[in-house]
């Protein structure tokens, strides 16, 4: 029957099943209230954790407030969570047998990775929200205009949405919800190896080589470019600290490139 489909008919199925799944996996939130709470809770407790606790210690590049410069940092540190939140959900969906169901439906085959990534992007929209409450509760806020401000906050779900995508192919390959909570804690140091919560300076070199080279540190340079908050990079930098946009925009390409294909390819082929 699909391949009778013409391509917009495909399109139109393809969208309007992934809407549904979207909504079925907000339906989650109301059935998993502890999941929801987590989301509201988390943001708030890393502004007041890194902002207040480890605030006083650390000196800001060129001077200025460092909760102004710690926020661009966990923005970037929720981007990234798109990756571990996905990958949790596609592999505890594989592993309990829901994948199964919906490959037994008659639903467009690829509505099912874009239904995922949709609705992940919904909710890093919430949790963003959230932490930029929080943030401008403990007195940050951006000074380059609207215009600058918007840019930034539309590089953040672009990467996320990419990321995203990232984590649904490795929730379709690792397959098991008990190994994908293992692998979560992984995540961790490669989001703390950059310049969100400390400049990268005082690193050793070769460690301040792969910190500079860190997509979370070349998405926390752009961030404090377009909101206007200090540590903006200056002087002789790596590449992707240089000119942090155009890196951000590259690997957003490249992820999309890359994992849409393949989680699609992946997830027909179970099907088989």
Request: no cysteine; charged share 15%; glycine share 10%.
């Amino acid at each position: 029957m699909t391949a009778l489909t013409p391509p917009m008919g495909r399109l139109r199925w393809t969208f309007t099943d992934g809407l549904t799944l979207v909504g079925r996996e907000l339906g989650r939130l109301r059935q998993e209230p502890g999941q929801l709470v987590a989301m509201l809770v988390f943001p708030a407790i890393m502004v007041v954790l890194f902002g207040y606790v480890f605030g006083s210690a650390i000196q800001v590049p060129g001077g200025g407030d460092y909760r102004e410069y710690l926020m661009p940092g966990l923005f970037s540190m929720v981007t990234f969570s798109a990756v571990m939140s996905v990958m949790t959900r596609t592999a505890t969906d594989a592993s309990r047998g829901v994948m199964d169901r919906f490959k037994s439906m008659p639903m467009a085959r690829s509505a099912v990775p874009f239904g995922t990534t949709g609705a992940d992007l919904l909710g890093g929209l919430l949790s963003l929200a959230i932490m930029v409450g929080a943030g401008l509760l403990v007195g940050w806020q951006p000074h380059s205009g609207p215009v600058h401000t918007a840019e930034a906050f539309l590089l953040l779900i672009v990467l996320r949405y990419a990321l995203s995508w990232v984590g649904v192919y490795l929730g379709m390959v690792v397959k098991n919800d008990e190994v994908a909570d293992q692998l979560v804690p992984l995540f961790l140091p490669f989001t703390m190896l950059s310049n969100s919560f400390v400049p990268t300076d005082g690193m050793p070199g070769w460690l301040r080589v792969l910190a500079d080279w860190n997509p979370v540190s070349a998405l926390t340079a752009a961030s404090r470019e377009l909101f206007g908050n200090p540590g903006v990079p200056s002087g002789d930098v790596a590449w992707p600290l240089a000119h942090p946009v155009a890196a951000v925009l590259l690997w957003s390409a490249a992820l999309l490139v890359v994992f849409v294909p393949l989680s699609i390819r992946t997830y027909k082929r179970k099907g088989r």
